[in-house]
């Protein structure tokens, strides 16, 4: 099992807000882009950050977006598309989404519109 299933989401959220905002992009964006995967409403967001809730259990608890499999790409070398781990995959595309939206992808593209 990789560490990172048991990292709580709150410890790396301040990670991924400072990438986007370095980029010019906002915490409302990042938000949106987190909802959109997971199916969290911005309350359900919040609630998880508040409580520490680990990867595991957030993705366990989210319901991807069906166009979620549109994600492809390298994240650290790695294709996300080639992860077999589902839980590692989903952690994937969420750092495959954060890194788009920082790099100054449209909204609509990083959302699979």
């Known amino acids: 099992m990789s560490r990172i299933f048991t990292t709580s989401v709150a410890s790396v959220y301040p990670l991924y807000l400072a990438k986007v ?7 409302a964006e990042l938000d949106e882009v987190i909802t959109w995967l997971t199916g969290y409403d911005e309350a359900g967001l919040q609630r998880h950050l508040e409580q ?8 366990a608890q989210a319901h991807l977006h069906p166009n979620a499999s549109l994600i492809t790409g390298s994240v650290c070398g790695v294709k996300v598309q080639d992860v077999e ?5 989903q952690i994937r595309y969420l750092d495959k989404l954060v890194d788009e939206l920082a790099k100054g992808k449209a909204m609509d593209k990083v959302l699979r519109g």
């Open 52 to 59: 520490k809730t680990t990867f595991e259990d957030f993705f």
């Open 85 to 89: 781990d589902p839980l590692m995959q």
């Open 21 to 27: 905002e370095r980029k010019g992009r906002s915490k």
